[in-house]
């Protein structure tokens, strides 16, 4: 069950439109990507990968946390995010 008290500080949740012509979903066909936020990326990549979806892309780290991205099994393509670590930058 999710709860609203897990999410980092000041987390929001976002709807941002995208030009008709970006490629920022790609490889999906789909005009949309969900986000989720995780605790553990390298894991949660791990699980996706072994149950069968695609990882796509290199992770990217950045200081507002490390990013990586898989198709689900109905073709949309999904971006994690780890928040950084209070006071830590990238990797936590």
């Known amino acids: 069950e999710f709860s609203p008290a897990n999410m980092p500080p000041n987390g929001l949740a976002v709807f941002s439109p995208f030009p008709a012509d970006t490629d920022y979903f790609a490889p999906s066909a ?3 990507m969900f986000n989720l936020v995780v ?3 390298d ?3 791990g699980q996706v990968h072994l ?3 695609q990882v796509v892309g ?3 780290e ?3 946390g490390r990013f990586g991205w898989f198709i689900d099994p109905d073709g949309n393509k ?3 995010w780890q928040p950084p670590l ?4 990238g990797r936590p």
Not at 86 to 89: C, D, E, I, L, S
């Open 43 to 45: 894991g949660a990549l």
């Open 51 to 53: 149950g069968g979806a």
């Open 39 to 41: 605790d553990d990326l």
């Open 58 to 60: 290199e992770i990217e």
């Open 62 to 64: 950045h200081e507002y």
């Open 86 to 89: 209070p006071g830590r930058v």
């Open 30 to 32: 789909r005009e949309f």
């Open 78 to 80: 999904v971006e994690l």
